[in-house]
């Protein structure tokens, strides 16, 4: 299970904001406009397209070898944007995308929406090795400890291979935690890197895994 570090938090983005109030969670929590399109002190303040993933997916796709016969996986693919960029980088290219809210996928770029299905990431709606890789960036930090276990199941089972790239919180001292849970809305598993790595060793679970933490956000 190897670290891969595909660039996605090298973009110049101001993360700095002020702790999230509870009130401000609450909000962030119900997955709506005012996450993905209010306030930035409620969620993203604005989840626009911005041809982003045109520029990082292209280490993705070198490194898992992806090609026009390939079927891939995103899980918590929001508004379908790396989605919409692989179909325009590999023509032919079969993607799929999971998310479990409603708001993102209804004000989902048009050009995927038949691609993006409602799920709950506990039990995808795909049979077993039914992907060639799966991608799942900056989602799956959001439910607790147990269904966690359960996702990584369902990411071996639906996977064919351990082509797989997985995001996850982490922290090395509490003064780093102290940082990412005063920034964080939605965070419910934050973990040492060791604690990370026995969790992906007693789960088995097959890929490549990226830390988010303080110091790669620029908080």
């Known amino acids: 299970m190897p670290y891969f570090n595909f660039g996605y938090f ?3 983005t101001n993360r700095k904001v002020k702790p999230m109030s509870i009130s401000k969670k609450i909000i962030a929590w119900q997955k709506g406009k005012e996450f993905y399109d209010g306030s930035r002190q409620n969620g993203y303040g604005g989840f626009k397209y911005d041809g982003r993933w045109l520029k990082i997916l292209p280490k993705i796709i070198k490194r898992y070898k992806l090609n026009s016969s390939s ?4 899980i918590g693919c929001k508004k379908g944007f790396l989605i919409n960029d692989l179909r325009k980088l590999i023509p032919g290219i079969t993607c799929y995308g999971v998310e479990d809210h409603e708001y993102p996928i209804k004000n989902c770029k048009k050009e995927v929406r038949k691609y993006l299905k409602y799920s709950n990431f506990t039990n995808l709606p795909f049979r077993n090795n039914s992907f060639d890789c799966i991608l799942a960036l900056s989602s799956i930090y959001t439910y607790n400890f147990g269904d966690l276990v359960k996702i990584l199941g369902e990411i071996n089972r639906v996977s064919k291979s351990n082509k797989n790239l997985v995001t ?3 922290y090395n001292d509490m003064k780093d935690l102290k ?4 920034w964080t809305s939605l965070s ?3 973990l040492k890197r060791k604690e990370w790595n026995d969790l992906f060793k ?3 679970y097959r890929g490549d895994y990226f830390f988010t933490d303080a110091k790669v956000l620029g908080l």
Do not use: F, Y
């Open 10 to 12: 090298k973009l110049k």
């Open 188 to 190: 419910t598993v934050i």
């Open 202 to 204: 007693k789960t088995k």
């Open 179 to 182: 940082k990412l849970l005063e």
């Open 71 to 74: 079927r891939v996986l995103e």
């Open 168 to 170: 996850v919180a982490s």
